[in-house]
C-alpha cells in the first residue's frame, strides 16, 4: 500500500533554515509528481511546491518562492523541501501529497498524503 | 491567481440529511474542480476528481457537478463518518489553490 512519511520537522527561529523529507513506499516514486502542501494551526490546506516525476520541473507558491526549495531523490524513493530564510507565518504542519496523475502526468490533485510534519518557526 | 470561496464555511446537519456544499471559482476552471475532506489532526482525503468523478474507494453517497466557475459537494445521506472539514481546490492552473473550507458538524 502507498506509505508518504514525512520526518524533520521541528522548532526553529526566524531566519534560519530547516529541510523536511518525505520516505515514499508502495508504488512506483519515479513515475510521478509530488507536492508539498502546508496547514497552519487551525487554518484552511496552502499548496506550497510541485515537482514533476523526474524533478526537470518545478512550481512554487508566491509566498515561498525564493525561500523554499523542493527536491526527489528517485533511487531513494524520497521527496524533500528545503526551506530557509523561515518567518513566523511559514509555521504549519507540512503534508507530502503523491500526484493523481498516471506516470509521467501531473494532475495537480492529491490521491495520496502524509501524516505531516510540524514546522513552528518562533524565536 | 484563481481565488476559491466555498459556502458555507460551516453547517450543523442530522444523520441522515442531504447536504451540499458549494465552491465558486473567480475564473472558468472547465471541470479541474477537486473535492477532499479532512478530520481533526489527520491528513485530508481525496473525494472527487475532475468535479464529478468518484475517487476510488469513496462511498456512493458523495456525489459532484458543475463545471466553470460553480461547482456543489452533495452527500446524499450524512453518515457518522462524514462529519468533516470539506475543501474543494481548483487543478486548472499554477498555483494551486484551495477553497477556505466548509466545517459540517452534527447538529
Known amino acids: 500500500q502507498v506509505q508518504l512519511v514525512e520526518s524533520g520537522g521541528g522548532v526553529v527561529q526566524p531566519g534560519r533554515s530547516l529541510r523536511v523529507s518525505c520516505a515514499a513506499s508502495g508504488f512506483i516514486f519515479s513515475n510521478h509528481a509530488m507536492n508539498w502542501v502546508r496547514q497552519a494551526p487551525g487554518k484552511g490546506l496552502e499548496w506550497v511546491a510541485a515537482t514533476s516525476f523526474d524533478g526537470s520541473n518545478k512550481f512554487y507558491a508566491d509566498s515561498v518562492k525564493g525561500r523554499f526549495t523542493i527536491s526527489r531523490d528517485n533511487s531513494k524513493d524520497t521527496l524533500s523541501l528545503q526551506m530557509n530564510s523561515l518567518r513566523t507565518e511559514d509555521t504549519a504542519v507540512y503534508y507530502c501529497?503523491?500526484?493523481?496523475?498516471?506516470?509521467?502526468?501531473?494532475?495537480?490533485?492529491?490521491?495520496?498524503w502524509g501524516q505531516g510534519a510540524l514546522v513552528t518557526v518562533s524565536s | 491567481d484563481i481565488q476559491m470561496t466555498q459556502s458555507p464555511s460551516s453547517l450543523s446537519a442530522s444523520i441522515g440529511d442531504r447536504v451540499t456544499i458549494t465552491c465558486r471559482a473567480s475564473q472558468s476552471i472547465s471541470t479541474y474542480l477537486n473535492w477532499y475532506h479532512q478530520k481533526p489532526g489527520k491528513a485530508p482525503k481525496l473525494l472527487i476528481y475532475?468535479?464529478?468523478t468518484l475517487q476510488s474507494g469513496v462511498p456512493s453517497r458523495f456525489s459532484g457537478s458543475g463545471s466553470g466557475t460553480d461547482f456543489t459537494l452533495t452527500i446524499s445521506s450524512l453518515q457518522p463518518d462524514d462529519f468533516a472539514t470539506y475543501y474543494c481546490q481548483q487543478s486548472s492552473s499554477v498555483p494551486i489553490t484551495f477553497g477556505q473550507g466548509t466545517r459540517l458538524d452534527i447538529k
Open positions: 475532475s468535479a464529478s
Open positions: 501529497a503523491k500526484d493523481r496523475g498516471v506516470v509521467r502526468a501531473s494532475l495537480y490533485f492529491f490521491d495520496y
